[in-house]
């Protein structure tokens, strides 16, 4: 099978809006991160795959991992597809980032016959509503609910004055019906809600019908489960398959700093079967499969500090899409037996290359692979990432405080 990757940092964007959102025109500083994300799902893609932008970037600003993948710009792609015989588009497929109406256009508008799920069914997956009723605490005393779905601004007010006589003291995020990875998002304290805080709860409710209420913890660990829904041989219906799982690294307020990955036997794996995450996890999977979803689909489970205990919490974020993790794992091949890597994501500005080059001058044997252009078609990029090579998993831990991320196993 030749596969046609279909890039889309918009995704959320796109599910906010609903069928026949536009987005409009992009302002440049975003449409320049857009871009320079996009060139990511080219790393781990198979010979004879297409990757699908707005724009092909030079060959000469990539970096030797992307140097080999056809990038090619969608009317252009769209327009050498057409000149093809029937017999010659057998065996193409179309991988979006995540399906939507638009996702699904390209397909109707390429003639490809496969199965695309119902746009609406991946908007309803994606949703704080259908993750609320699976997002438990699991601890020694058992499983209960965590946060909390509210519909008007009396439900927040609700939900933050019980929070607050509950005793808890670490302060409260609400997150909108589409929100992850730490965006689209209002952290605070109290009970009271400010003008500001009040005007963005509006919005929200306006927008997306609900937003989503947690207490704010003390993270110890955090891990995306990479899962696959496909449709099954015969018979009809589905099945589902466990794709691999990768540590999340992030910083101080819940962004996306990274991804840690193993290049032999992963005990990670077992430790969240045994904390009765992966089974849950499983759960939401074949929910999701049994309203129609399918394709890839990402879970964020925790480790947390709560009530003065450490509990599990095994569904922290619903994706029904692909993942930074999901693309992490094709990294995988970059890894040598017992080797641990970390992938590694950050603004250009932040000076963290000099620090990983100061860094690697200490540890012998650590290996540093650039994932993205320095430069891109004659600008400097925004955005940088590296995977990050060590010949151990204490190493690496090493070297991640060094750069200031704290990975804990």
């Given amino acids: ?65 992307l140097r080999g993948v056809r990038f090619e710009c969608v009317e252009d792609f769209c327009g050498w597809f057409g000149g093809l015989t029937v017999g010659e588009r057998v065996g193409w497929q179309v991988q979006p980032w995540g399906w939507s109406e638009w996702s699904a256009g390209l397909v109707r508008r390429l003639g490809i016959r496969q199965v695309v799920p119902d746009p609406e069914v991946v908007r309803v997956v994606n949703s704080r509503e259908f993750s609320a009723s699976e997002d438990v605490l699991l601890s020694a005393g058992g499983e209960g609910l965590f946060g909390r779905l509210c519909r008007s601004v009396g439900e927040v007010e609700l939900f933050l004055g019980e929070l607050a006589g509950s005793g808890h003291e670490g302060g409260w995020v609400l997150k909108s019906n589409f929100s992850h990875a730490a965006r689209n998002r209002l952290v605070g304290r109290g009970e009271e809600l400010g003008e500001r805080e009040r005007g963005w709860l509006l919005r929200r409710l306006e927008r997306g019908g609900c937003v989503y209420g947690e207490p704010w913890v003390e993270r110890l660990g955090e891990c995306g489960l990479q899962w696959e829904v496909v449709e099954a041989e015969a018979g009809g219906g589905w099945r589902v398959w466990f794709v691999g799982a990768a540590d999340l690294l992030t910083d101080v307020g819940g962004e996306y700093r990274g991804s840690v990955l193993s290049g032999g036997c992963d005990p990670r794996v077992r430790w969240w079967e045994s904390s009765g995450a992966v089974g849950v996890s499983r759960r939401v999977v074949e929910r999701a499969a049994g309203l129609g979803f399918r394709g890839p689909l990402g879970i964020d489970c925790m480790r947390i500090r709560f009530g003065g205990r450490e509990c599990v919490r095994p569904v922290h974020d619903v994706n029904g899409r692909q993942t930074m993790g999901r693309l992490a794992l094709r990294l995988g091949g970059q890894l040598r037996g017992g080797e641990w890597g970390a992938w590694l994501h950050f603004p250009a500005e932040s000076g963290v290359m000099r620090l990983i080059s100061h860094v690697q001058e200490g540890h012998a044997g650590l290996r540093v692979v650039s994932t993205s252009a320095e430069v891109l078609n004659a600008r400097p990029a925004r955005l940088r990432s590296w995977l990050v090579i060590a010949e151990d998993s204490g190493k690496l831990r090493s070297v991640l405080s060094e750069l200031g991320c704290d990975w804990r196993e």
Avoid: N
């Avoid at 940092?9 to 440049?28: H, V």
């Fill in 1 to 65: 099978m030749r596969v046609i990757h279909l890039p889309d940092p918009l995704f959320e964007q796109r599910l906010e809006r609903g069928a026949g959102g536009e987005l409009g025109a992009l302002p440049a500083g975003v449409a320049e991160r857009v871009e320079e994300l996009s060139l990511l799902s080219g790393l781990g893609v198979s010979a004879g795959d297409v990757v699908l932008v707005e724009r092909v970037p030079l060959a000469g600003e990539l970096p030797e991992l």
